[in-house]
């Protein structure tokens, strides 16, 4: 369940880890390759992003307190915990500006 609860810096944060050895960066090495970034890249506003990041944490939050609350089995919660950080994983990088932050160095 806890998982869910910490969803939305997992997500990012194990994408990058897996993400920047792929293009030869280190995984440990401050970038602009952040959710975040990418969002702001989009033409949001700092407000907006915050907004959608705290959404998606309560929606993911809501979701592991509902499975708790209804007895989910943690094998489920686990199975449906990774199948949305695959399509995080995939779908991340379709967002407009991705490809120049997967090219962009890090700081």
Excluded: M
């Amino acid at each position: 369940h806890a998982l869910w609860f910490l969803a939305v810096p997992l997500l990012d944060t194990v994408n990058l880890l897996i993400k920047r050895p792929l293009r030869g960066a280190s995984p440990f090495a401050a970038g602009h390759d952040h959710l975040h970034h990418q969002l702001l890249r989009l033409g949001l506003r700092e407000g907006q992003v915050v907004g959608i990041l705290l959404a998606c944490a309560l929606l993911f939050g809501s979701l592991g307190l509902a499975g708790l609350v209804y007895g989910v089995p943690e094998q489920l919660l686990f199975a449906a915990f990774l199948a949305v950080f695959a399509a995080y994983f995939f779908l991340v990088d379709k967002l407009p500006g991705s490809a120049q932050a997967s090219r962009s160095t890090p700081d």
